[in-house]
């Protein structure tokens, strides 16, 4: 460990600035140290083969804030609920409402900004808003050998070069550690309710999102479990009570019943943050598909034992069971799998690769930011 930092148990480091962690990211590399790196600890209980850890969760603060013009610049330890509590003073927030994975993995900890970004943490606003990715202006990171790097940009405008900002976002580490991201941040709506169709089929439910979401009403949730689907509708109060009526007309010959404000809130908080697995013991994987595919997967991964959820507008699929990795990838052979909580029978890797193309690519693009191999080691595929 370098001077200054503090210790979190045997080989562990907190280095308090950039330049403190880029001193012992450059000493690492020369060691060829491989280290694990987090936040605040919250989003893996998966164990990564690394000989130290290495959090930024002292790395925080707040860089600059411009309401005016959407714009924050944030350092990564700073906490996901810090942030959001500023922003919510302004009536702004972060519009692709990023998930709290404390309940699913049992875990404690503080969520930080570093973390939501490196794992472009997305929830159910997801189908209208984006994903974290789209929201991110700009980042300063420490590559594998020890080097800060800034791209991007501090406000909202388009900037020249290659956006290493969207490589990182979503990388889990393994290319950079963040420092500091630029982010975009836009109003909080108003209000909101949400339609409840119940006693659905999961091909049912998908017809359901594929008509509201190809409409101009606008819905910012559309998820579907235990035979029941939802559709979110926020804006201004006026504008959801229309919205509300021309979908309720739209679907006229099914029973639809209506989440006010309140209680719709609190839905969608459990949906994003998937607390309907969080009391079971099984593995939980995290499974991306077409939307036309989920009904078929979802079929496939129930024969294995388990339940299912949707989220995205059947982008997303939540599997709850004990499949181990070689059944859950031949139930999806498509989509991208990450088993989001290990379980007694889930064996493999907890980041199933993509197509050879796409696992080639990223290779390619690991060795270029971490020559040696030191950040994350196990993690997406290396």
Known sequence: MTEGTESR????????????????????????????????GT??????????????????????????????????????????????????????EPMDYRVLL?????????????????GPRRIQAGACRDHLLGVRFV??????????????????????????CGSHGTLGILTEVALKTL???????????GGLSSREAVAIFSTALATPFEVSGAAFFDRTAWLRIEGLSRQVEYRCERLQALFRGRDIDTLEDGKSRHLWRNLRDVRHFADRSDAVW??????????????????LGGESSLDWGAALIWYCGNADCAAVRAAVPEGVVTLARPGPGSTGPAFINEAPGAAALAASLRNVFDPAGIFNPGRMGR
Request: one cysteine or more; charged letters at 20%.
């Open 187 to 197: 109003p909080s709506a108003e209000a909101q309710k949400t339609l409840v169709f």
């Open 286 to 303: 995290r499974i991306l598909v077409k939307p036309t595919e989920a009904p078929a997967t979802m079929e496939a991964l129930e024969r």
């Open 106 to 122: 049992a875990t404690d900890g503080t969520p930080t900004i570093g973390g939501m970004v490196g794992a472009n943490l997305s």
């Open 9 to 40: 148990g045997a080989d562990a480091a907190v280095p308090g600035s950039e330049a403190e962690l880029a001193a012992l990211v450059a000493d690492s590399f020369r060691q060829k140290r491989k280290l694990h790196i987090c936040g605040g």
């Open 143 to 168: 590559d594998g050998q020890g080097r800060i790097i800034r791209n991007g940009g501090r406000v909202m405008k388009n900037v020249t070069g290659m956006d290493l900002g969207k490589l990182l």
């Open 43 to 96: 989003q893996s209980r998966a164990s990564v083969a690394a000989d130290s850890v290495l959090t930024t969760r002292e790395i925080g603060g707040i860089v600059a804030y411009e309401p005016g013009a959407l714009t924050l610049i944030v350092r990564t330890g700073a906490s996901v609920g810090e942030i959001e509590r500023l922003l919510a003073t302004e009536g702004q927030s972060l519009a692709f």
